[in-house]
């Protein structure tokens, strides 16, 4: 390996720009290259700048350039953004199958869009490839100029070379100026400023807010900890997503924990604005109809006790009682149960009479839980009278074949078989009841059922949540947003002022940004000093363009 | 309640005001002779800063006085968001005009958020209550900062604006000439909306349709604006309203598409006119305005409101966005359209800062780019609410 051995004597590593000693540029490139870029990174060699020859060279080179970086970053906006022309698969219908979907609804721009998989772009291979080489380009970038970059900040000499300091931005040379007590001065006026100000042989340097050089850095070491947060989910045992649909006055095991846990929902209440409430509110409520202002399920959580059978609701204990709300989820152990959703009455029971035909009188009456019906007894009713249930059809759909079929176990269309017993017909009679439907099948009977009432109730949808990821995301977050904070409301200033044998003053400045706001900071130092304040050589270059302005506001920059 | 509510519209309004009476001396400002490097001190800028103050305060009142009669922070919907977004336009404009006291800065910003507050003054502007998913604390905090952090940002716009103003060469045309002129006509067309809005709607304007949406159910339609198109299957049913029977498809929200027709049609319009009484382009009007603009200042205002805009946007937009969906929604992230472009907005605003910190791009690219970092924080303002339908589209 070569090494460039400035002509200071010391012995920079192959592929530096600026001597890590004085400051001399060491290559004609870097000479041509605006200071600015030579700077970014201390004139310090990189691996990427350096090493071009075996694979791995090449895979470094290409992730460690900021200009890949960018690339990565447009695409992976771009097709972000085509994942939001039309709904993504998990936001459309989900008894609709997806391939239909897209295309009945958005004709063949849908089609195509379903045809490139753009309809699960995010969960696509290709966009987790994209993510995957930002994260790759993250890592490899930082570290071809991170590491550099300390190595560089950590052992600056005070001393610079002249063509250093002359290749600034921001610099001056003072004829005659060079005194100890100038130089006392401006020590003196940067160390008020916060500056910490180094003087060796006639040579000052004065830095104020290296850390903020680490900002990027800090920023992408949390960027990366998200992104491994966000790999985690997929780890079995990190992440639970179920849905819990459970009945008011019912106990249900909740799904993901394991059988531990179990709910009571004592009750779903939906709240709406009414006018009145507030009478700000009213005009709105009149324009757009009911609004909804609380969805609420109130809850007993329990847990199952360790001798406990698996699957039975028997021996638990009550561990929590609250209100679940939108917003303010039950947490238990991992986990949090949201409101999500509901259906509101669903049947629960039927109440029914058993009439005699002849005086239309009920002798009696019952009441049906549709979801536990007595289909092994009897509903006794008074003297004598009772009713059997000898079939029950909860989703009732019609006959086949004579025989009476129900298409789910949900009481959407309860229909019921009952056989109704009577001092006249201690065997019963058959009678075939359903919503709005009454058939006696095997002849004509004396006795019959009607309707006398309904009970329902809501359901509630809870999601049951557990993501163990979380606290990786919000420790990748919160270094994600200090890095950022730090890179961005800090500036690192460093300002070189040196004397030569002749009483000559040099100063230079250097900012990674925010020049203005360096310019403003050295000001007091530099007039203390009894110095006019340094040329910005970027601000003279473009005052060229504006001399006529220049010469009538009567102002001409000279240097005594 | 009723009373402090229509206090705090006035208050509103009486800021409306003040922001044009002060555009107009921090015009005066840079128009006068004495004041060649457009900064530091000057009568008519001290005069224009007061007055920006003093309506700010006035703004500042509107938003807590409606806090405190609807008993929530104002920014639950359209309306109160982009009001919001404009008082904070007007915040960052003010902190960004103390740190480099850039008079024409003045000119530019104060008149977009004049504009911004017209436009959502076209949005139902009633007190509306809070549905459950917004009942909680994070709507103010994430609300606020998303705000707080694209309106830096959009200073950011402003800056640019007004480099490319001076920095492109009219007389030779070309690409950029044209696009520059495409963002002015851009603004025309906000004004064209903003214009046959109140016009229409101060006569008093509306008919409804009865029309068979995509579901295939039957449903009324408002219109606020004379009918060009006419919803699928649409039905007109007040007598004498105008209609020209043009069905649209039922996807296509057809009174929204109306207004948007109109819109165009009276800023192109606007547009033309402007184009025929001066004979020239829109961009070369303003620059007599920028003449004296300090391109070298301008270019680092920028960079500076995107430094301290793009942390609060990231807080904002995605952690505090993070942490509430997490709450509210059971997820952190579930790729709902106003999520991806607020990702969008950080990344676009991520390669703006990789382009400036590693590849050198300054000054004209960097305003280039300032620009189309509004046109995307726009998107997400207005049309993913309006035209993508989510989680997010309330009001």
């Known amino acids: 390996m070569s090494k460039l051995i400035c002509k200071c004597g010391h012995v920079n590593p192959e592929g530096s720009e600026l001597c890590q000693a004085c400051g001399r540029t060491l290559t004609e490139e870097a000479a041509k290259r605006k200071t600015n870029d030579v700077m970014r990174y201390e004139g310090m060699a990189r691996r990427s700048q350096t090493y071009h020859t075996s694979i791995i060279d090449k895979v470094w080179n290409f992730f460690s350039s900021v200009k890949v970086g960018v690339w990565l970053i447009v695409i992976t906006l771009v097709a972000s953004a085509i994942g939001t022309i039309f709904p993504q698969e998990f936001f459309i219908p989900q008894n609709i199958p997806a391939v239909e979907y897209y295309e009945d609804r958005y004709g063949i721009a849908g089609k195509i869009y379903y045809v490139l998989g753009f309809h699960d772009l995010y969960g696509s291979w290709w966009y987790m490839l994209l993510v995957a080489a930002i994260g790759t380009s993250i890592i490899i970038a930082s570290l071809d100029r991170g590491v550099p970059l300390y190595k560089a900040l950590k ?40 500056y910490k100000v180094r003087v060796e042989n006639g040579s000052l340097l004065a830095e104020k807010n290296q850390f903020s050089r680490w900002g990027p850095y800090i920023n992408h070491t949390g960027l990366i900890i998200f992104l491994i947060g966000a790999m985690l989910r997929f780890v079995p045992g990190m992440y639970v997503d179920e849905m819990l649909w459970i009945r008011e006055g019912e106990t249900e095991i909740i799904p993901g924990t394991g059988q531990e846990y179990l709910l009571k929902n004592e009750g779903f209440t939906l709240e709406t604005y009414q006018e009145g409430d507030s009478e700000v509110f009213d005009e709105t409520i009149q324009r757009t109809g009911a609004i909804a202002k609380n969805f609420q399920t109130d809850a007993i959580l329990y847990k199952k006790d360790d001798n406990a059978i698996a699957g039975s609701t028997d021996n638990i204990t009550e561990v929590d009682h609250h209100a679940i709300q939108v917003n303010v989820p039950m947490k238990f152990d991992q986990f949090a149960l949201y409101q ?171 900012t990674n940004k925010n020049w203005y706001g360096l310019k403003k900071d050295i000001a007091p130092a530099f007039e203390y000093a009894g110095l006019d304040q340094p040329d910005d050589h970027q601000e003279l270059k473009e005052s060229k363009g504006n001399a006529k302005e220049e010469d009538e506001s009567g102002t001409t920059r000279e240097h005594k | 309640m009723a009373q402090l509510a229509s206090i705090s519209s006035t208050l509103l309004y009486i800021a409306f005001l003040l922001y044009l009476v002060a555009t107009v001396f921090f015009a005066g400002s840079i128009k006068s002779k004495k004041h060649t490097n457009q900064t530091g001190k000057n009568r008519w800028a001290t005069i224009g800063i007061t007055i920006t103050l003093i309506g700010f305060a006035s703004q500042l009142g509107y938003f807590f006085a409606r806090w405190i009669a609807a008993g929530h922070a104002p920014v639950s919907n359209l309306f109160e968001f982009i009001t919001f977004f404009a008082m904070m336009l007007v915040a960052a404009f003010i902190i960004i005009y103390f740190i480099y006291r850039l008079h024409i800065l003045g000119v530019f910003a104060l008149p977009v ?86 016009v229409f709607s101060v006569a008093g304007y509306e008919s409804e349709f009865t029309f068979v949406n995509a579901e295939d159910a039957e449903t009324v339609v408002h219109y606020s604006m004379p009918a060009l198109v006419t919803p699928n299957e649409g039905e007109l049913l007040t007598e004498g309203a105008f209609s020209t029977g043009l069905e649209m498809h039922p996807l296509v929200n057809a009174p929204r598409l109306n207004t948007v027709i109109w ?47 793009f942390p609060v946007f990231t807080l904002g937009g995605l952690i505090f966005a993070m942490i509430w969906a997490q709450i509210a929604w059971t997820r952190f992230w579930g790729w709902d359209p106003k999520e991806v472009w607020a990702l969008i907005t950080f990344l676009f605003y991520a390669a703006f800062l990789h382009l400036r910190l590693s590849r050198g791009w300054e000054g004209n690219r960097s305003a280039w780019l300032a620009v189309i970092g509004f046109v995307i924080i726009m998107f997400n303002l207005v049309a993913v609410n309006l035209i993508i339908a989510g989680l997010h589209s309330y009001a």
């Open chain 1, 155 to 194: 052992k600056q000499r005070v001393e610079r070379h002249d063509s250093f300091l002359k290749r600034q931005r921001i610099y001056s040379a003072y004829e005659a100026k060079g005194s100890q007590d100038t130089l006392n001065r401006l020590s003196e006026g940067l160390k008020k400023r916060r």
């Open chain 1, 340 to 510: 999500t959703d509901y259906i509101e009455d669903e049947l629960y029971k039927m109440s029914f009479t058993m009439d005699s035909k002849e005086t239309g009188e009920p002798v009696g009456s019952f009441t049906v839980d549709l979801f536990n019906p007595n289909t092994s007894g009897l509903y006794e009713l008074n003297d004598g009278y009772a009713v059997e249930i000898s079939g029950y059809y909860p989703d009732f759909s019609g006959f086949d074949d004579g025989e009476p079929q129900s298409v789910s176990p949900l009481p959407n269309n309860p229909a019921f078989l009952f056989n109704m017993i009577s001092p006249e017909h201690p065997d019963g009679e058959v009678a075939f009841v359903a919503i709005q439907q009454n058939l006696e099948p095997l002849g004509e009977n004396d006795y019959e059922i009607s309707f006398n009432g309904i009970e329902t109730r809501d359901i509630s949808g809870l999601t049951v949540r557990k993501d163990l990821t979380l606290w990786i995301l919000a420790l990748g977050g919160t270094i994600f947003m200090f890095g950022v904070i730090v890179g961005s409301y800090w500036n690192h200033r460093r300002i070189w002022i040196k004397t030569d044998a002749d009483s000559n003053l040099y100063a230079a400045g250097h």
């Open chain 2, 113 to 198: 958020a004049l504009l911004t507050i017209a436009y959502a003054s076209m949005f139902p502007r009633d007190v509306s209550p809070l549905i459950p998913a917004l009942q909680s604390d994070w709507l103010a905090i994430h609300v606020s900062t998303v705000a707080a952090g694209e309106a830096i940002l959009s200073v950011s716009f402003v800056a640019g604006l007004i480099f490319l103003l001076k920095d492109i060469d009219l007389s030779k045309g070309g690409k950029q000439v044209f696009w520059l002129e495409s963002v002015l006509f851009g603004i025309i067309l906000v004004v064209g909306f903003v214009l046959s809005a109140t």
């Open chain 2, 263 to 309: 819109s165009i049609g009276v800023g192109v319009i606007l547009y033309l006119l402007i184009r025929l009484i001066s004979r020239r382009k829109v961009a070369a009007l303003f620059q007599p305005l920028v003449k004296k603009a300090n391109l070298d200042m301008l270019d680092e205002v920028g960079y500076r409101s995107v430094l301290i805009g």
